[in-house]
């Protein structure tokens, strides 16, 4: 009797990991759930830019982060339209994947990257309408490896990179405009005042 109490208890744990294992696999979370230690991390030595690499050459910002309510930034290139698909994304430092698949919508195809500035701050960077996708959930990723391309989400938009970086790691995706900022940094400032690790800070 006691051992089949025992067996009993032992799959009623096995179980309730499993069904905690898929409802946290619904939701964006940091890569330190993934890692044993925070020793294993490798964290950033700085950021550039996700296109045009390292400086954003032949880009310009086409909607700046707030302007309409706008969580990020989008990222066309000069020559305008559709002439940037297909252009290279580059991850704007050293870290890793957590999410990159088409989650459909208004977003298409989406890569989300948790990059470690030290042992207690972190920020994310999300990569929206990418045509194709590079890397996988789990990945590790260096600064300026190429991530994916621009894509204009099946034509519904013309192509451009929507880019964001948020100080609050895991959020949900929400719809890339808001009043309420709150976890959103402004991706072109931060990359500006954090181009090299001694100068790094999530402020």
């Known amino acids: 009797m006691k051992k089949n109490l025992k067996i009993l208890v032992l799959l009623t744990i096995i179980i309730s990991c499993k069904s905690e294992k898929q409802k946290r696999s619904n939701i964006e979370i940091s890569y330190n759930d ?3 230690s925070i020793d294993t991390i490798k964290m950033t030595d700085g950021f550039d830019f996700p ?3 390292p400086d954003a050459k032949k880009y310009y910002n086409a909607q700046k982060f707030g302007v ?3 969580l990020g930034d989008d990222w066309n290139g000069v020559g305008g339209g559709n002439t ?3 252009d290279p994304i580059y991850s704007i430092g050293k870290g890793y994947v957590t999410h ?3 989650i459909y919508g208004g977003w298409g195809n989406v890569i989300r990257i948790v990059h470690y500035i030290d042992n ?3 920020v994310e960077s999300v990569y929206a309408h990418c045509n194709e996708i590079f890397v996988k959930k789990g990945e590790y990723v260096t600064k300026g490896q190429k991530i994916g391309t621009i894509g204009n989400n099946d034509g519904k938009y ?3 990179l929507h880019f964001e970086i948020r100080n609050e790691v895991g959020m949900p995706i929400g719809g890339g405009y808001s009043s309420i900022t709150k976890g959103y940094l402004d991706p072109t400032n931060f990359i500006r005042n954090n181009r090299t690790k001694k100068q ?4």
């Open 34 to 36: 993934c890692v044993q």
């Open 51 to 53: 296109v045009g690499k």
């Open 84 to 86: 940037d698909l297909g």
């Open 68 to 70: 309409n309510e706008h």
């Open 120 to 122: 207690d701050n972190q």
């Open 158 to 160: 013309l192509a451009h």
């Open 100 to 102: 990159a698949k088409n």
């Open 200 to 203: 790094s800070t999530i402020e």
